[in-house]
T-cell receptor, first 115, second 115 residues
Framework: DAGVTQSPTHLIKTRGQQVTLRCSPK?????VSWYQQALGQGPQFIFQ???????QRGNFPDRFSGHQFPNYSSELNVNALLLGDSALYLC??????????????FGPGTRLLVL | GDSVTQMEGPVTLSEEAFLTINCTYT??????LFWYVQYPGEGLQLLLK?????DKGSNKGFEATYRKETTSFHLEKGSVQVSDSAVYFC??????????????FGKGTKLSVKP
């Protein structure tokens, strides 16, 4: 049973560039959430996708956007990269539009460095 | 809004010592509570969870009890091992103050266990 997978594992970009990160959810899951984890901090919620629509969004600017495909996989796009976007980006999957009882399972993350 | 506060680290213990990591929360409604663990260079793994007051979550010798009266979910283990060295995150989901379908994390507590 494959868990949550993310690609790439590491990425280096320069300020102003755009980046796309990818996530495949755990088998049987249909909801994908994205989190940003700055060094030494807890993860911060970016947004959640269910049925190919953004259902919830955290306090992140419009430079952060996403997409969910019919096979439930998801992409996170960040435009006009800033140095402060350097972080570990975590994808989490769950089943059903996540309510309070559903456990989210995390992937290994993509580490993004912006120079 | 909903929030989680956990004890500052790092925490350094000798092998077989007793572990307590304090976690308190602020939330309206009836959130679920979680402990996640992050090993160096990896994503987050669910350690245990509790979905209602007085529930006890347990896994791999770790335990935590959902205390609504003290708004706490402290993590305990009777005898730690070197392999328990990691960063531990307390989190909540399902409160009415911004965590209805996403996780809100504490800042994490780094645990180092010495042989």
């Amino acid at each position: 049973d494959a868990g949550v997978t993310q690609s790439p594992t590491h990425l280096i970009k320069t300020r102003g560039q755009q980046v796309t990160l990818r996530c495949s959810p755990k088998s049987g899951h249909d909801t994908v959430s994205w989190y940003q984890q700055a060094l030494g901090q807890g993860p911060q919620f970016i947004f959640q996708y269910y049925e190919e629509e953004e259902r919830q969004r955290g306090n992140f600017p419009d430079r952060f956007s996403g997409h969910q495909f019919p096979n439930y996989s998801s992409e996170l796009n960040v435009n006009a990269l800033l140095l402060g976007d350097s972080a570990l980006y975590l994808c989490a999957s769950s089943f059903g539009q996540t309510g309070r009882r559903e456990t989210q399972y995390f992937g290994p993350g993509t580490r993004l460095l912006v120079l | 809004g909903d929030s989680v506060t956990q004890m500052e680290g790092p925490v350094t213990l000798s092998e077989e010592a007793f572990l307590t990591i304090n976690c308190t929360y602020t939330a309206t409604g009836y959130p679920s509570l979680f402990w996640y663990v992050q090993y160096p260079g990896e994503g987050l793994q669910l350690l245990l969870k509790a979905t209602k007051a007085d529930d006890k979550g347990s896994n791999k010798g770790f335990e935590a009890t959902y205390r609504k009266e003290t708004t706490s979910f402290h993590l305990e283990k009777g005898s730690v091992q070197v392999s328990d060295s990691a960063v531990y995150f307390c989190a909540l989901s399902g409160g009415y103050g911004g965590s209805q379908g996403n996780l809100i994390f504490g800042k994490g507590t780094k645990l180092s266990v010495k042989p």
